[in-house]
T-cell receptor
């Protein structure tokens, strides 16, 4: 019974490179969320996606960041032209939202991005 | 005012004691409330969810919700050193609505002394 899977677990990039973070939700979950945790800070919501749709991207920086959740395959969080301030842990969560109280989000192990 | 507020701690309790963790939130429309535990360098792990006023018990954990006071708490009975972690309070403002995002507090660091 696999939980949320994220890869890579650790990613090192130089300033100006692109970072691609992948997330496979719990089997049967159709809702994916991305959160960022900066060093010594709390978890901050970035984006909420369903298959082929972005539902809420109110937490995404306006530039360089994008996310997708295609019909087939994992969700991708893409950061273009990374800067040192992007260094953080990026967590993906998934849920099996329906009309009941089943909006519980389960978190993956995270990708720790280091920008040199 | 932060949307979800927690005392950062550290909260130090002796082994076997009751640890009491508190959280307040600002949005009266919030519907779902969660406690996550996060060990250093690890991902958040769900401890409890609560949706209705009152208490909800699960093993050594009891979550308490008071919507009128906009207050959520987590009690850990018979605290163990393995409970030492950061406890995150999270509030879902989007239940049944257009979004489903969690708003997190900054967490309370719990240290259980053997």
């Amino acid at each position: 019974n696999a939980g949320v899977m994220q890869n890579p677990r650790h990613l090192v990039r130089r300033r100006g490179q692109e970072a691609r973070l992948r997330c496979s939700p719990v089997k049967g979950h159709s809702h994916v969320y991305w959160y960022r945790q900066l060093p010594e800070e709390g978890l901050k919501f970035m984006v909420y996606l369903q298959k082929e749709n972005i539902i809420d991207e109110s937490g995404m920086p306006k530039e360089r960041f994008s996310a997708e959740f295609p019909k087939e395959g994992p969700s991708i969080l893409r950061i273009q032209q990374v800067v040192r301030g992007d260094s953080a842990a990026y967590f993906c969560a998934s849920s099996r939202y329906d009309s009941g109280n089943t909006d519980t989000q389960y978190f993956g192990p995270g990708t720790r991005l280091t920008v040199l | 005012q932060k949307e979800v507020e927690q005392n950062s701690g550290p909260l130090s309790v002796p082994e076997g004691a009751i640890a009491s963790l508190n959280c307040t939130y600002s949005d009266r429309g919030s519907q779902s409330f969660f406690w996550y535990r996060q060990y250093s360098g690890k991902s958040p792990e769900l401890i409890m969810s609560i949706y209705s006023n009152g208490d909800k018990e699960d093993g050594r954990f009891t979550a308490q919700l008071n919507k009128a006071s906009q207050y959520v708490s987590l009690l850990i009975r018979d605290s163990q050193p393995s409970d030492s972690a950061t406890y995150l309070c999270a509030v879902n403002r989007g239940y049944g609505g257009a979004t489903n995002k969690l708003i997190f507090g900054t967490g309370t660091l719990l240290a259980v002394q053997p």
